[in-house]
């Protein structure tokens, strides 16, 4: 099996994820790195042991690269995607997919019109406890969801927000918690219940007033399907608590997912505190399967590198779907529809009012005012 020429685009924290899982990944020779500001890159190269660029046609003249991670901030995914998706670059894309509607279709119509395949990284759908839940609502032993819930209730103190000069910025970062933190649980959300039909959504900064962004949003939603939900995201609880996503069926079954625990994990300053596992389980007739899953999950998280793992694992799917001409089991689109869900209630505090989706594509980002 030819490997694939891999490489990375942004050169920080998440960029240095991709680049050990390229290195590792069977099916990949990582064959360079591409900076954000002039340097970067090269520097960067040295550590991972391959050259580094300032610009994806240096990569590509240089390098043949056919595949590359962007890894940059959010509000600059878009240009960056976009111009490898030209360069016929296949493209995976940190979470967030952009920090906003029109940018996200300016990605998904790149990758279209050069035939190139993308996905939007949200590396805990590859979480054994979360895909257990996946396939308890596929073999139908809920019956049909009709009650999904996410709590995510970490903590960022302003060591982290100084930690780089984009973070807690409309312009730097995009938003808040509902984009930087919340993607991962809004993703599972949507991956289990389907299509938003509506939604009311507030948010606001409770414990950093310092920051332009939110450090809390709520949401209540109904989808498509019928079902109910509602959302509570935040970085205001010391010490942090935990994420966690559930569904309830037609049937009265309940599962649940806790995807983090105790300190929240930052991507190249901590490793993951606690391994994730299913916290709720009530399918009759399985209800005794609580305490193995949780074993079994507790006991796969030790002999696992947790900080590189499911990003590997996405990674690898991506590596097979473009060599297999299907797609990724994680989507661009995929990645579109976390970033309208955040995007609505943004919009539904500034509007005043009950979103309904599709919602329209506007000019530009949302920026906080209004």
């Given at each position: 099996?030819?490997?694939?020429?891999?490489?990375?685009?942004?050169?920080?924290?998440?960029?240095?994820?991709?680049?050990?899982?390229?290195?590792?990944?069977?099916?990949?020779?990582?064959?360079?790195?591409?900076?954000?500001?002039?340097?970067?890159?090269?520097?960067?190269?040295?550590?991972?042991?391959?050259?580094?660029?300032?610009?994806?046609?240096?990569?590509?003249?240089?390098?043949?690269?056919?595949?590359?991670?962007?890894?940059?901030?959010?509000?600059?995914?878009?240009?960056?995607?976009?111009?490898?998706?030209?360069?016929?670059?296949?493209?995976?894309?940190?979470?967030?997919?952009?920090?906003?509607?029109?940018?996200?279709?300016?990605?998904?119509?790149?990758?279209?019109?050069?035939?190139?395949?993308?996905?939007?990284?949200?590396?805990?759908?590859?979480?054994?406890?979360?895909?257990?839940?996946?396939?308890?609502?596929?073999?139908?032993?809920?019956?049909?969801?009709?009650?999904?819930?996410?709590?995510?209730?970490?903590?960022?103190?302003?060591?982290?927000?100084?930690?780089?000069?984009?973070?807690?910025?409309?312009?730097?970062?995009?938003?808040?918690?509902?984009?930087?933190?919340?993607?991962?649980?809004?993703?599972?959300?949507?991956?289990?219940?389907?299509?938003?039909?509506?939604?009311?959504?507030?948010?606001?900064?409770?414990?950093?007033?310092?920051?332009?962004?939110?450090?809390?949003?709520?949401?209540?939603?109904?989808?498509?399907?019928?079902?109910?939900?509602?959302?509570?995201?935040?970085?205001?609880?010391?010490?942090?608590?935990?994420?966690?996503?559930?569904?309830?069926?037609?049937?009265?079954?309940?599962?649940?997912?806790?995807?983090?625990?105790?300190?929240?994990?930052?991507?190249?300053?901590?490793?993951?505190?606690?391994?994730?596992?299913?916290?709720?389980?009530?399918?009759?007739?399985?209800?005794?399967?609580?305490?193995?899953?949780?074993?079994?999950?507790?006991?796969?998280?030790?002999?696992?590198?947790?900080?590189?793992?499911?990003?590997?694992?996405?990674?690898?799917?991506?590596?097979?779907?473009?060599?297999?001409?299907?797609?990724?089991?994680?989507?661009?689109?995929?990645?579109?529809?976390?970033?309208?869900?955040?995007?609505?209630?943004?919009?539904?505090?500034?509007?005043?009012?009950?979103m309904t989706f599709p919602l329209q594509v506007e000019a530009e980002g949302?920026?906080?005012?209004?």
């Open positions: 099996m030819a490997k694939l020429k891999t490489a990375v685009l942004g050169c920080g924290k998440v960029g240095a994820i991709h680049a050990a899982c390229f290195q590792r990944l069977p099916g990949s020779q990582f064959v360079g790195a591409v900076g954000t500001r002039p340097g970067r890159g090269a520097a960067f190269g040295k550590r991972f042991g391959v050259p580094g660029f300032d610009s994806l046609e240096e990569l590509v003249h240089h390098t043949g690269a056919q595949v590359v991670s962007i890894c940059s901030p959010h509000p600059a995914h878009a240009r960056h995607a976009v111009e490898a998706a030209r360069l016929g670059l296949h493209i995976a894309v940190e979470k967030p997919l952009a920090a906003s509607l029109k940018d996200c279709d300016a990605i998904i119509q790149a990758a279209r019109a050069a035939g190139v395949t993308g996905t939007t990284i949200s590396q805990r759908r590859f979480y054994r406890p979360a895909q257990r839940i996946k396939e308890a609502i596929l073999q139908g032993k809920l019956g049909q969801p009709v009650l999904g819930t996410v709590n995510m209730l970490g903590w960022r103190d302003m060591d982290y927000y100084r930690m780089d000069p984009w973070r807690g910025t409309w312009a730097g970062e995009g938003g808040g918690v509902l984009v930087n933190q919340a993607p991962h649980q809004l993703d599972l959300l949507l991956w289990y219940l389907g299509e938003v039909k509506e939604l009311y959504g507030f948010w606001d900064r409770l414990n950093h007033p310092q920051l332009e962004v939110e450090d809390t949003a709520i949401a209540i939603l109904r989808f498509r399907s019928g079902a109910l939900g509602n959302i509570v995201v935040s970085n205001a609880q010391h010490p942090a608590l935990f994420g966690k996503v559930r569904v309830h069926g037609y049937n009265g079954a309940s599962v649940g997912v806790q995807t983090d625990g105790g300190a929240m994990f930052i991507a190249g300053v901590s490793g993951i505190a606690q391994a994730p596992v299913n916290d709720l389980w009530t399918i009759q007739g399985e209800e005794d399967r609580l305490a193995d899953y949780q074993a079994q999950d507790r006991a796969h998280f030790e002999e696992v590198d947790s900080v590189h793992h499911y990003h590997q694992l996405q990674l690898q799917d991506f590596l097979d779907a473009i060599r297999e001409g299907r797609a990724p089991q994680i989507t661009l689109e995929d990645g579109r529809r976390t970033v309208e869900l955040f995007t609505a209630i943004y919009r539904s505090q500034r509007d005043r009012g009950l949302f920026d906080g005012r209004g």
